[in-house]
């Protein structure tokens, strides 16, 4: 399995919305992503969808080591 493949799995989650805001993601920003992009993607991928959808829409605060990936999310969602 591809790690594109890998990775489209699991941005298949438990909220529409979510699904949507990640797939798009992947087919802008993940052809040129930094192997630590991707890592951090991963790493966002592990937490639960309510904490992600908060962080999204900038109702949670957003660790540092993620703050271009939530920003570049937010780009996609709109």
Partial sequence: MSELSRLKMR?????????VVFQHYLETYYPSASPEDIQHLDEL??????????????????????????????????
């Avoid at 969808?49 to 949670?60: A, I, N, S, Y």
């Fill in 11 to 19: 941005c298949r989650r438990g909220m529409k919305e979510l699904d």
């Fill in 45 to 78: 991928l592990d937490m639960q969808d309510p904490l992600l959808f908060g962080m999204v829409l900038g109702l949670d605060p957003v660790p540092n080591a993620y703050a271009s990936l939530i920003e570049q999310l937010r780009k996609a969602h709109d």
